[in-house]
C-alpha cells in the first residue's frame, strides 16, 4: 500500500486482492472521503460498474474482455470480497461517488496481444520482478506471504499509528519508490504505456474534481503515477498503438481462479485465507480453527472442541517462537496437522483446497451483458436444474427420463461446441445404453468457449448443429466422419446428420484402406445402440455400417501380412474394435445378421491357420473364435501346439501367446482351467533357449502382467504343483483330456465339500426359516442336498 503526501488526488497504491489493503483502502476512503475514486481497470467497463452494487452480484467476479473479430483474445480483471478495487467500488456506489476505470483501455491491450511476437536472444529474456519477494527478502524474510502477513495483514487497524490509516500508504510508497529507481520498469516494459495513459485521465479527473479524488491501482505503478510528465510525453507513448473491437461483462469467478497468475498477473497463493481474514470480525485463529473442524468432521474424521482449542494454542505458541506479531497461515496449517490430522498430510490437502484456497464461485445477475449463446445456455442450465459449480462432482443419468435426455443432449452439444464443461465417466452403475454419468466441472474461462462458440449461431442447437456440418465437410478422415456421426447422434442433432451421412458415404466410397475402414466402424456401430433410447432413425447408418464390415471382411486377411511388430499390434487391436462392432451391427441390422457373422468368422478361421500373419493377430483370432463358441478347445490346443512347436521363432510363439491369452477378459482363467493349454505354455516357455529369453520376457511380461493378481498367484500355484499323474480324470475335466489339470485332485472329496453345507446354510438363512416352519412329519435322518433344500 503506498499514498502520497496531503497535496494532490489521494493515491492509494495496494496489493491486489490483499485484505489488508482492501481494510486500508476502506478506512482511508473513509477519512478522506474523495468527490471521485479512479481505479486500476479498462475504460471500457465503466458502463458495467453500477452491477457491482446489484444485490444478485456475488464475488468472486470479472470483467471479462474480449475481441469480437476473435473471442479466443480475452482478457479478465478478477475482484474479490477482499481486493481494494473492489472494496472502492463498493464505497463509491453507495455513497453515489463518481468511480471509473483508468487503466489502458482493453482495445488496445487485446491488440497488443495478439501482435506481441517478442524475439529475445537466447539468456536475454529479462525476468520480472516480483516487488513483495525483493521487499521480503530485504526484510530477512524467505517467504514473501510470510512477509506480507507480517507487516500488513496482522497489522491491527489504528494501534501505532499517529499519521492515521495514510501511514501505511506512505511507507510503501517510500519502498516501491526505491524498487523503481533500481529495477525501472521491473521486466514490465508494457507498464509505461499502462502509466502514461493513467497519467492523462488523472489530468482529465483533476479538471474535474480538483485534486478532491482518489485512485486505487497496484502499489508499483504510483511512483510513476507521481513522476511529472508532459501531456505531449504521456500521449507520444500512445501514439500508433493497435486497436482491436472489445466487448466487456461480468462473469463468475473463482477462488482456484484466484489462486493462479491470470489477467495482469496478480495471483494470490491462499484466497480463502485471506477471504477469512478479511470476513472475520475478531478472533481469526479461533474462528479458522472451528471451520476445518467442521471440515474434518464433515469428512468423518473425530475432532473434538478439544483439538480445536489445542490447535489455537499451538498457533500461537509457533508464532511467539518464530517472533511473528500473531499466528499466520503457516502456523495454523503446522498447528492442524499435528493436531487435528495427526501428522497426516493427507487430510491437510483436503483443509487446503476446500479452505485455504477455497471452491467459491461467484454469481453475477441476469442484467448482465451477455452473447445471445451464453443467454441460451444459462436458461437450459436453470430449466435442466444443472448449477454450474466450481467442484468438480459426478451425476449418473438415466436416458429413459425426459430430463436426464435433455441434459445428456445438452452436455454433448456443448462438447461439440469446444465447451468442456462436462466430460464422460465410468458409470457407477449399469452399462446399458441408457445410463450415462459425467464429470462436471465448470471453469471461469468456459465463458470465453462460449462467446467464440457464439460464431456459430445464437442458441446451443443451432450452434452445434452448424457447427457439425461444419467439421462433416471439412473432415479429411473417414474415421474423424464416422466419430462425428456418433457425436451427432448423442447430440441429438438432426437437422445435421444428413450432411454428415452424405460426407460418411463419400468418403466411404473413395477409402480403400483396411486399416482406415477398420478404425471407422466401431463409433458406427456404438451409433446404432442408440437408435432405441434415442428414438432416433439409424436405418442409412445401419446401411453403411454393413457395407463398411463387408469390404473390411474382403481386405482384412492381405492386411495382416507383412507386419511389423508395432503395425501387429495396431491391427490386433482393430480386430478387437471390427469384432465387437459386427456382434453389435447383427442385432442392428437383422437383415444382413446370419450372412455378416458367418463372413467374419471365415476371416478370422482364414486368420488362425496363415502363416504369413502376425503372431499377435493369429493368437487373438483363435482366442475370439473359442469365445464365441465356433472353436473347441481340441483344436485351440492343437492351433498353440503349431504356434509353440519348436519350429517356430520364440519371439513369433511369445506374440501368438499374447495375442490368444493377452488382453481378452479371462485370459488368465482360460490358462487356470485348462490344463492342456497351461502346459503346452509351460512347456513352450522352459524350452526357450537362454539367449533368446530376453527377447522375448517383454511381450510376456506385459502379457501376464495384465492379469489380476489372484489369477497370477493361481497360475505359479498350479505351475509349481506340477501335472497330476497320467491317466487321472478330474471331475469336470474335459472327456478325453487323459489327465487331471495341474492342482485338482482326480475324485471329489466329498468330505471336504460337506464341511463348508453349514456355513452356507447360515449365510442362506435355512437354518433359521427352518426353525421357524411349523411343525412337520420328521424327515429322513440324512440331511436332502444343499441345492434341493435351497
Not at 448449477?387 to 462432482?393: G, L
Request: charged share 25%; proline share 7%.
Amino acid at each position: 500500500m503506498t499514498g502520497t503526501p496531503a497535496a494532490g488526488p489521494l493515491l492509494l497504491g495496494v496489493r491486489h486482492h490483499g485484505p489488508g489493503s482492501a481494510r486500508a483502502v476502506r478506512a482511508a476512503l473513509d477519512t478522506a472521503n474523495p468527490r471521485a475514486v479512479l481505479i486500476e481497470g479498462p475504460p471500457e467497463g465503466d458502463a458495467l460498474l453500477p452491477l457491482a452494487a446489484d444485490e444478485e452480484m456475488r464475488p468472486p467476479v470479472a470483467l471479462l474482455a474480449h475481441a469480437v473479430d476473435d473471442p479466443g483474445r480475452a482478457a479478465f480483471w478478477p475482484f474479490a470480497e477482499f481486493s481494494p478495487e473492489w472494496v472502492a467500488i463498493r464505497w463509491a456506489l453507495a455513497r453515489d461517488v463518481p468511480v471509473r476505470f483508468i487503466d489502458l483501455p482493453a482495445a488496445h491491450s487485446l491488440a497488443m496481444e495478439a501482435d506481441d511476437a517478442p524475439e529475445e536472444e537466447p539468456g536475454e529474456r529479462s525476468v520480472p520482478v516480483d516487488p513483495i519477494r525483493v521487499l521480503a527478502e530485504t526484510a530477512g524474510y524467505d517467504d514473501p506471504e510470510r512477509w506480507w502477513e507480517d507487516v500488513v495483514e496482522h497489522r491491527v487497524p489504528g494501534s501505532g499509528e499517529a499519521a492515521g490509516p495514510l501511514a501505511a500508504f506512505a511507507a510503501l510508497g517510500e519502498a516501491m519508490t526505491a524498487l523503481r529507481e533500481a529495477y525501472g520498469d521491473g521486466g514490465h516494459p508494457r507498464d509505461a504505456v499502462r502509466e502514461a495513459y493513467m497519467r492523462i485521465r488523472i489530468r482529465a479527473a483533476k479538471k474535474e474534481f480538483g485534486d478532491d479524488f482518489a485512485v486505487v491501482c497496484g502499489a508499483w505503478h504510483v511512483p510513476a503515477l507521481l513522476t511529472r510528465t508532459t501531456l505531449t510525453a504521456d500521449r507520444a507513448l500512445l501514439k500508433g498503438l493497435p486497436k482491436a473491437k472489445a466487448e466487456l461483462t461480468w462473469v463468475p469467478w473463482t477462488h482456484r481462479r484466484l489462486a493462479r497468475h491470470s489477467g495482469y498477473g496478480a495471483g494470490i497463493e491462499s484466497p480463502g485465507w485471506y477471504e477469512h481474514l478479511f470476513a472475520a470480525p475478531d478472533r481469526p485463529i479461533e474462528r479458522w480453527m472451528t471451520k476445518v473442524a467442521g471440515l474434518l468432521r464433515d469428512e468423518d474424521r473425530f475432532v473434538s472442541s478439544a483439538h480445536a482449542i489445542e490447535a489455537v494454542r499451538l498457533a500461537e505458541t509457533l508464532a511467539a517462537m518464530r517472533g511473528r506479531p500473531l499466528a499466520g497461515l503457516s502456523e495454523t496449517t503446522d498447528a492442524i496437522r499435528a493436531v487435528m490430522c495427526e501428522g497426516s498430510d493427507v487430510p491437510l490437502a483436503l483443509v487446503h483446497d476446500r479452505l485455504v484456497v477455497g471452491t467459491t464461485l461467484g454469481e453475477v445477475p441476469d442484467t448482465a451483458p451477455a452473447v445471445p449463446l451464453q443467454r441460451d445456455l444459462t436458461r437450459q442450465q436453470r430449466t435442466l436444474r444443472l448449477k454450474p459449480e466450481a467442484d468438480e462432482r459426478e451425476i449418473d443419468l438415466d436416458l429413459r427420463k425426459d430430463t436426464d435426455a435433455s441434459r445428456s443432449r445438452l452436455l454433448h452439444r456443448l462438447r461439440l461446441l469446444g465447451i468442456s464443461w462436462g466430460e464422460p465417466a465410468t458409470g457407477r452403475g449399469s452399462t446399458g445404453t441408457f445410463r450415462e454419468s459425467w464429470r462436471l466441472r465448470w471453469e471461469p474461462e468456459l465463458y470465453v468457449r462460449v462467446a467464440e462458440a457464439g460464431v456459430w449461431g445464437t442458441t446451443v442447437l443451432s450452434a452445434a448443429t452448424a457447427r457439425a456440418e461444419s467439421d462433416a465437410l471439412s473432415a479429411t478422415a473417414l474415421a474423424e466422419v464416422t466419430a462425428l456421426a456418433e457425436r451427432c447422434l448423442l447430440a441429438g442433432l438432426p437437422e445435421a446428420l444428413p450432411v454428415v451421412m452424405r460426407a460418411l458415404a463419400d468418403r466411404a466410397a473413395l477409402d480403400s484402406d483396411v486399416g482406415h475402414l477398420a478404425d471407422a466402424l466401431p463409433a458406427l456401430a456404438r451409433t446404432l445402440r442408440y437408435g432405441d433410447v434415442r428414438a432416433t432413425d439409424t436405418t442409412a447408418l445401419g446401411e453403411v455400417a454393413a457395407g463398411l464390415a463387408e469390404r473390411i471382411c474382403v481386405g482384412l486377411p492381405p492386411a495382416c501380412t507383412g507386419l511389423d511388430a508395432d503395425g501387429a499390434e495396431a491391427l490386433r487391436r482393430q480386430v478387437d474394435g471390427v469384432h465387437t462392432a459386427i456382434g453389435l451391427l447383427a442385432g442392428a441390422v437383422p437383415s444382413s445378421a446370419d450372412g455378416l457373422r458367418g463372413r467374419w468368422r471365415a476371416v478370422l478361421h482364414k486368420l488362425t491357420v496363415r502363416d504369413t500373419v502376425a503372431g499377435v493377430i493369429r493368437g487373438r483370432a483363435a482366442r475370439l473364435l473359442l469365445d464365441d463358441g465356433h472353436l473347441d478347445q481340441e483344436a485351440a490346443a492343437r492351433l498353440m501346439g503349431l504356434a509353440l512347436s519348436p519350429g517356430t521363432p520364440p519371439a513369433d510363439a511369445a506374440a501368438w501367446i499374447e495375442g490368444f491369452v493377452g488382453g481378452a477378459a479371462g485370459g488368465g482363467m482360460l490358462l487356470v482351467h485348462d490344463e492342456r493349454l497351461l502346459a503346452l505354455v509351460d512347456a513352450w516357455l522352459t524350452a526357450v533357449p537362454a539367449d533368446t529369453f530376453t527377447d522375448v520376457l517383454p511381450l510376456l511380461r506385459r502379457t501376464f502382467s495384465a492379469y489380476e493378481a489372484g489369477v497370477r498367484r493361481t497360475l505359479g500355484d498350479l505351475v509349481r504343483r506340477g501335472p497330476a499323474p497320467a491317466g487321472a480324470q478330474g471331475a469336470g475335466s474335459p472327456a478325453g483330456a487323459g489327465a487331471t489339470a495341474p492342482g485338482f485332485g482326480p475324485v471329489l472329496d466329498t468330505a471336504r465339500a460337506d464341511a463348508v453345507v453349514p456355513v452356507l446354510r447360515l449365510l442362506l438363512g435355512l437354518d433359521e426359516a427352518a426353525a421357524q416352519a411349523p411343525a412337520k412329519a420328521p424327515a429322513h435322518h440324512d440331511d436332502p442336498p444343499l441345492g434341493e433344500t435351497a
